[in-house]
T-cell receptor
């Protein structure tokens, strides 16, 4: 139990639609990272938010966007969904720039795009 | 692009045996971490080894790091059926900020 919760757990969308995924970070953690994990692959870094500002981005197009709120919860928004966006989306929280670098992951939101 | 390459991709052993998974990476790192993922679930952090460390233990887990070869190994001793999962190595290449680059993973099956 990592204390990181994600919603919804599963959802189905059609191509061209928009989706919002939500993440509540572990208490006291001020950094949230989002990862995309396609079936059979390792997670791919999307972006990270630290104290409500984007703090790094992976190789994902601008239609992937995010927000972090004052309580450090976060949203991932994906516009103009494509079939290849079908994946498990993982949120991970951590305590800013602490030395460990350990991430605490939620159980993920599984998105299916038809 | 993937930084880490895990080997083997899949491993099947009997309960009680040891399981060894290897990870190679391409660029200099600050630390390397191993995570475990049960099917379709979130990832769970197992162990972190810093670039200036060569070996680390945690319970039945032993991790080694060879920065000259840019490789790491994870050894699970006396495996149990409950160890059945996918195991990923992840590298932090830009300081301890949590922007990890994951490998493709090793799927471990432990037969009772």
């Amino acid at each position: 139990e990592t204390g990181v919760t994600q919603s919804p757990t599963h959802l189905i969308k059609t191509r061209g639609q928009q989706v919002t995924l939500r993440c509540s970070s572990q208490s006291g953690h001020n950094t949230v990272s989002w990862y995309q994990q396609a079936l059979g692959q390792g997670p791919q870094f999307i972006f990270q938010y630290y104290r409500e500002e984007e703090n790094g981005r992976g190789n994902f197009p601008p239609r992937f966007s995010g927000l972090q709120f004052p309580n450090y919860s976060s949203e991932l928004n994906v516009n103009a969904l494509e079939l290849d966006d079908s994946a498990l989306y993982l949120c991970a929280s951590s305590l800013g720039r602490v030395r460990t670098g350990e991430l605490f992951f939620g159980e993920g939101s599984r998105l299916t795009v038809l | 692009s993937q930084q880490g390459e895990e080997d083997p991709q899949a491993l099947s052993i009997q309960e009680g045996e040891n399981a060894t998974m290897n990870c190679s990476y391409k660029t200099s790192i600050n630390n390397l971490q191993w995570y475990r993922q049960n099917s379709g679930r979130g990832l769970v952090h197992l162990i972190l080894i810093r670039s200036n460390e060569r070996e680390k233990h945690s319970g039945r887990l032993r991790v080694t790091l060879d920065t000259s070869k840019k490789s790491s190994s994870l050894l699970i001793t006396a495996s149990r059926a409950a160890d059945t999962a996918s195991y990923f190595c992840a590298t932090d290449v830009s300081g301890n900020t949590g922007k990890l680059i994951f490998g493709q993973g090793t799927t471990l099956q432990v037969k009772p």
